[in-house]
């Protein structure tokens, strides 16, 4: 397990509200504005596809990887001096299309993770293309590990024994399936010996379907942290990395997890 007394706290926002659907200029403009709020934290978190709503019209509306929303997206980062991430659609270089979360530097540089888990129940394996690698990113020097919505549902794909400090969450999850949401993330945190950041939606999208937000950020015992429940809005917390290093000294369950390998 990695030594996390030297890590500072990290400062998150997460940004829970309604989609304008497929309309990816309208989100812009209304994200930026949300983004204000959020000045002065070190990761900003959108929901799922928060440029367009959660839309089977891959062809129609993706976006080159440089395209106008990749691009907004680095420059939002640049201006709050702050890792802001969420995904879109995107058409890769291959020509496939991927649900791909970005993940926005200050620095100006991007990287990416694209959803493993498509969502069949809505054809999205139709649609779009499964991503094959975990990806392990840096803010501050603690281990973030992106994963976008039906990814919450598989544990192995979320299993990592030590090496994450945050599972961060970006979703699309509908008011239908809450129950399900609100007790799968606290056991990812559980198992995980980590801290759990989700965001989701609020409102109705295109499709009529309804979004109750419940987004929410828990310890590493999967007790809340925030929970923003149905408000439109930002949300701040802070994480500690003593108290994470603390709990992890005290409890040392990840010494004794399974080790596996993914194919």
């Known amino acids: 397990m990695r030594d996390l007394t030297s890590l500072p706290d990290l400062q998150l926002a997460l940004i829970q509200t309604t989609l304008v659907w497929q309309d990816a200029s309208a989100n812009r403009e209304h994200f930026a504005r949300l983004l204000e709020q959020a000045r002065g934290t070190d990761l900003i978190?959108?929901?799922?596809?928060?440029?367009?709503?959660?839309?089977?019209?891959?062809?129609?509306?993706?976006?080159?990887?440089?395209?106008?929303?990749?691009?907004?997206?680095?420059?939002?980062?640049?201006?709050?001096?702050a890792v802001v991430c969420g995904s879109l659609i995107i058409q890769a270089a291959d020509?496939?299309?991927?649900?791909?979360?970005?993940?926005?530097?200050?620095?100006?540089?991007?990287?990416?993770?694209?959803?493993?888990?498509?969502?069949?129940?809505?054809?999205?394996?139709?649609?779009?293309?499964?991503?094959?690698?975990?990806?392990?990113?840096?803010?501050?020097?603690?281990?973030?590990?992106?994963?976008?919505?039906?990814?919450?549902?598989?544990?192995?794909?979320?299993?990592?024994?030590?090496?994450?400090?945050?599972?961060?969450?970006?979703?699309n999850w509908p008011a239908a399936r809450r129950h399900h949401w609100n007790h799968l993330l606290p056991a990812r945190a559980i198992e995980n010996l980590c801290y759990v950041a989700a965001v989701n939606r609020v409102g109705e999208d295109g499709k009529g379907h309804a979004y109750s937000g419940d987004s929410q950020v828990l310890d590493f015992q999967g007790e809340s942290l925030l929970a923003a429940q149905d408000v439109d809005g930002v949300f701040r917390v802070r994480l500690s990395a003593a108290e994470l290093a603390a709990y992890r000294q005290r409890f040392p369950a990840h010494l004794d997890a399974d080790s596996f390998v993914l194919e």
């Open 45 to 81: 978190v959108l929901p799922e596809m928060f440029s367009t709503g959660f839309s089977m019209d891959s062809a129609a509306l993706a976006e080159p990887e440089d395209g106008p929303t990749s691009q907004w997206l680095r420059q939002q980062a640049q201006d709050l001096g």
């Open 95 to 171: 020509g496939s299309y991927r649900n791909r979360l970005l993940w926005a530097r200050p620095d100006g540089s991007l990287a990416h993770y694209d959803k493993r888990h498509l969502f069949r129940m809505a054809g999205e394996h139709k649609h779009y293309s499964a991503g094959e690698q975990q990806v392990v990113l840096e803010v501050k020097g603690w281990r973030v590990r992106p994963l976008i919505c039906y990814d919450l549902r598989f544990p192995v794909w979320s299993r990592d024994a030590g090496g994450t400090d945050l599972l961060l969450y970006t979703a």
